[in-house]
């Protein structure tokens, strides 16, 4: 997984509570068998119209957002199943910060194992993070994570709270198995500590017939 320290992008601001993972993307893709390609399908519904051709009322589709790597959401983001294909999707598409007042348990947890950082803001900053980002044509910020913080180049600096823990998975880049392969020493000594060892017994004769009744 990809480290992540420090990100500057533009921001793509998606005015809708409550995205869930199925509109992220639509049960009938969470099929492929690599992670890769998922950027393509993220938002297929509100993205494409018929014969996959794009939405132009649909801001992912927007000439001034193109190339936004930072998704600026409302409350509950990535709710509804546990599918991790949301996520890749996410990373895939080229978002690696999401800011948003809210997000679903699963999919945030999610988010880390990705190398994506979801930041979690009080609505009335978040509230002001969409004017700006409506009212300044190609509107960036910097996510600094090692000092928890995001700014703009206009002056705002904002602290967000972040699990230390995940944190250091984070900035490691560390996911499930890159965790346990950082104890793998410790692995290796207790399979040595606790090797099983055959024990004899012996041969049963199934030769001679038991008892009749």
Same mark, same amino acid.
């Given at each position: 997984?990809?480290? @992540?320290?420090?990100?500057?992008?533009?921001?793509?601001?998606?005015?809708?509570?409550?995205?869930?993972?199925?509109?992220?993307?639509?049960?009938?893709?969470?099929?492929?068998?690599?992670?890769?390609?998922?950027? #393509?399908?993220?938002?297929?519904?509100? =993205?494409?119209?018929?014969?996959?051709?794009?939405?132009?009322?649909?801001?992912?589709?927007?000439? =001034?957002?193109?190339?936004?790597?930072?998704?600026?959401? #409302?409350?509950? @983001?990535?709710?509804?199943?546990? #599918?991790?294909?949301?996520?890749?999707?996410?990373?895939?598409?080229?978002?690696?910060?999401?800011?948003?007042?809210?997000?679903?348990?699963?999919?945030?947890?999610?988010?880390?194992?990705?190398?994506?950082?979801?930041?979690?803001?009080?609505?009335?900053?978040?509230?002001?993070?969409?004017? =700006?980002?409506?009212?300044?044509?190609?509107?960036?910020?910097?996510?600094?994570?090692?000092?928890?913080?995001?700014?703009?180049?206009?002056?705002?600096?904002?602290? @967000?709270?972040?699990?230390? @823990?995940?944190?250091?998975?984070?900035?490691?880049?560390?996911?499930?198995?890159?965790?346990?392969?950082?104890?793998?020493?410790?692995?290796?000594?207790?399979?040595?500590?606790?090797?099983?060892?055959?024990?004899?017994?012996?041969?049963?004769?199934?030769?001679?017939?038991?008892?009749?009744?």
């Amino acid at each position: 997984m990809q480290p @992540f320290s420090n990100h500057t992008g533009l921001v793509m601001p998606l005015d809708r509570v409550n995205v869930d993972t199925d509109q992220m993307i639509p049960k009938q893709f969470c099929k492929l068998l690599t992670r890769e390609g998922y950027g #393509r399908l993220l938002f297929f519904d509100w =993205r494409y119209v018929d014969g996959e051709k794009p939405n132009p009322d649909f801001v992912l589709n927007w000439p =001034r957002y193109q190339g936004a790597s930072i998704l600026l959401t #409302r409350a509950n @983001f990535g709710c509804g199943s546990s #599918r991790e294909h949301a996520p890749w999707g996410v990373l895939d598409y080229g978002f690696r910060v999401l800011i948003g007042p809210s997000f679903a348990d699963i999919f945030y947890n999610n988010c880390f194992k990705n190398g994506i950082l979801p930041v979690t803001l009080p609505e009335a900053q978040v509230d002001d993070l969409f004017r =700006r980002a409506e009212q300044h044509l190609g509107y960036r910020l910097s996510a600094d994570l090692p000092n928890q913080t995001i700014a703009d180049e206009l002056g705002l600096q904002i602290t @967000f709270h972040i699990d230390p @823990f995940r944190k250091q998975i984070l900035l490691k880049g560390l996911d499930d198995i890159g965790m346990t392969l950082g104890h793998e020493a410790e692995i290796t000594s207790f399979e040595k500590r606790h090797q099983p060892s055959a024990t004899m017994y012996d041969p049963v004769d199934f030769s001679t017939p038991g008892p009749t009744k």
